[in-house]
Each structure stands twice: as structure tokens, then as C-alpha cells.
């Protein structure tokens, strides 16, 4: 079992209670209660949740080698003992950025939208995980699902982290994105 | 399922009939007479292949809009009638290629190792699929499937065409690569 993989259960069980989950862009999900966040891809049977994503961490997309030593020295570690509130944000995009080439996808995300650039604005308060579907060989729902930790006094600047994200040129090309905002409560 | 995702499965059957298979770099793969393509990640019990990889077209990483148009313009088809011959070459990249960002693989797979030019070189008669395993979220032996079917009067063509890559800085970075030579015959 891949190391890299994380499977996302939601239903009734797991740390992290949602307090709001609310559809950005396209159909929602579910409604439930909690979510738990299990290593690798997981056989979901036995634990019957509403809902279930999944995906892997891989290598970098878009970042040069000076973005990427600036965001690995001041990229917090997840599980911080006061960072208890939590968003997963699953995303999809649009079939239109798909047929981007490389060159052209980094232009839209970085040199139009500062997508690096904002990231790093609201670091080291924000910790964050992605994670990729669309690459697993199933037809996965999204194709990105981003993991924030943050201390619930940086809930504010996470919500305009993503306000500035949403309303970039990238944005465009978002075409489901779903917003679920959690608190972690150890049971 | 995908119609994205493709298993190989190396075994006694199939429409691929075996004529060679060398260890380029790495462990070797078990020998085998024969390989099926089948669409879709499947469950290979009832099959009992020898062994199995699969993988999952994607969307291209490396090339730029005008290296694209070229690619497009000149990529025949897999399954022409007279392209009876085919290779199977699974490769697995180091940690350090993993660790290099974007713009440094680019950097080593186009500007130092021509790799998309030498390739463009090949066309129309090579065609070519590549598949993606890294991001299956499995524990998969190599990163990349890449299938080629060409006349067998281009089969030297096809010889050069990777000896040239693998003189090439790229492959520097390959530290697993299996050559499976094929001759499909439909029964």
C-alpha cells in the first residue's frame, strides 16, 4: 500500500467534525458529519461511509526550484497541536485545461493568477496536502483534493486565501469545487 | 472504469506474441510468450497472468504548444493494419528526477536530451501511447508503460530511435527500463 495515497470517509466516524460544507462550483456532496482521513487506498465497505475520495501525493507540477526551496522552508508540518481546524477543498477542472499544454497551464497559474505567490503569503500559518485523483485509473469525481490545517484564529485569513484564489483567471477553469470546513476532536 | 486506464498482462495469451525481452537497466521482468491489452485497470484473477502493469494515459507534462501541434500533426493512430510490430517499455525514474521541479526535468528531458525532437524524428512511422502508474496510488514496480507499434521494416528505425534516447542525459535518471518486443497476431 502506497504511502503517498489518502483515502477521505465521510460519514459518522473520524477526528474531524464538519461545521460547513458548502458547494462552490457544480453538484455538492452529501451532507454528513465527519470525515475521517485514512493512509492509502482503502477498501470502504465495512466502514459504509455516505461518501468517499481519494488520492495521491506526487511530485511537483509548477514550481520553479527558488518557489519550491521558499515554500519547503516555510511549509508547516500537518497535525500541529493547536492548528484544529481543518478544510477539504475537492476541485475539478475543466476539460479546457486539460488540453493546456505545461508552459500554458503554469502561465495561467502563476503568472496570471500568483497562485504560488498567494500560497506563500499565508504561510507557515496554513498547512497544506495535495492530493491528486485524476490519475488513478478510476473515474474519480475530482481532480485535486486540497488538505488545509490552520489554527481556528487564521480562519479568516484562509478564507481570504481562497477568495483571492477564486477570484483568479485560474478560476476559470475550475468546474466543481466543494468547500468543507472541519474541527478536529479526538474521540 | 477509465477508458484512460490500460492493463498489460504478461502471460500465455493475448494478441502480442513475444519475440524478445532484454533488461535494459534494473531487475528484468519474468519471461512470457504472450501479452494482452486490455482497456480499463481489471481484476487479472480469473486471467492468472504471469504478471500485470497498468497505467493510465494522462495529459502531457512536458511539451509546449508548438512541440504539441507538431506531435499531433504527425501521430499515427495505434492498430494500422500494417504495424504488426510492437514493443512494451516500462521505465522507472530515480528519486532524484522525482526531486527535480518542473522546470528542471524539462530543462534535462528537452533542452540537454532532445527527447520530444528525437521522437518527432520517428513520425508518422512509430506510433506511440504512454501510459502514467505513478499516481495509481498503488505501490507500482515502474513509473511509466510506454507501448509502440511500427512496420516491421521499421524495426531498425525503432532501434535507433532508443539507443538515441538512452544515450541521452535523461537517462541518467532511469533506473529500470525492460525492452518486450511484439508481434501481433490476431487469433
Known sequence: MSTRAFTFLGGEKGAFRVTRLTAIAGATLPSISRIAVVPGIVPVGDERPRWFLRGTTSNDRYVTRA???????????LGRPGATSAALIPIRKSAAWWALTQDERRNVLEEQ???????LRYLPAVARRLHHCRDLGSDEPFDFLTWFEFAPSDEKAFDELVADLRRSPEWRYVEREVDVRLVREER
Not at 518557489?67 to 511549509?75: I, N, P
Not at 493568477?113 to 500560497?119: F, P
Open 67 to 77: 518557489e519550491k526551496e521558499r515554500l519547503v522552508a516555510r511549509s508547516p508540518d
Open 113 to 119: 493568477s500568483h497562485h504560488i505567490e498567494i500560497g
